[in-house]
């Protein structure tokens, strides 16, 4: 069983908004960081947000500081992405981490983290 796994992706027009889902059947939900990645072909992994526990601790890469939202959704052991105003070059495959909390903080480094998902494919069309 995947220990880690997003869902939520699909087409989606540019300007419009995106909710992605990441949880961890296998993992304690509440012993983890979580973070969001993305990867368009031909380019680096590139961090799209991390959070820890409260929706507060979220930390948000450069390219969509003010248009995402991470949150954690603790009754459903589940961690949100909201993407808005979407645009032709947020199209990726978006890939959720783990790591433990004694990692230290929530990370913008895909190297700290030791659980990956498969990834979701999110193509913004324009």
């Known amino acids: ?7 939520g992706g699909g087409f989606v027009q540019a300007g419009g908004s995106l909710r992605l889902s990441c949880t961890a059947p296998t993992l304690k939900f ?7 990645f993305r990867q368009a072909p031909g ?3 590139e961090a799209v947000s991390c959070i820890k526990w409260g929706d507060t601790s979220a930390r948000y890469g450069n390219s969509v500081r003010d248009r995402a939202t991470m949150k954690r959704e603790h009754a459903k052991d ?6 808005s105003r979407l645009k032709a070059e947020d199209t990726a495959m978006y890939y ?3 790591v433990h909390w004694y990692s230290g ?4 480094s895909s190297d ?6 498969r990834g979701t494919q999110v193509t913004v069309s324009s």
């Not at 903080?105 to 913008?108: E, F, G, I, K, N």
């Open 30 to 36: 509440d012993d983890y960081y979580f973070a969001w």
């Open 78 to 83: 589940t961690a949100i992405l909201q993407l």
């Open 96 to 98: 959720c981490a783990a």
């Open 43 to 45: 380019k680096e992994r």
């Open 105 to 108: 903080d929530c990370s913008l």
């Open 1 to 7: 069983q995947a220990q880690v796994v997003e869902s």
């Open 112 to 117: 700290r983290y030791s659980f990956w998902g």
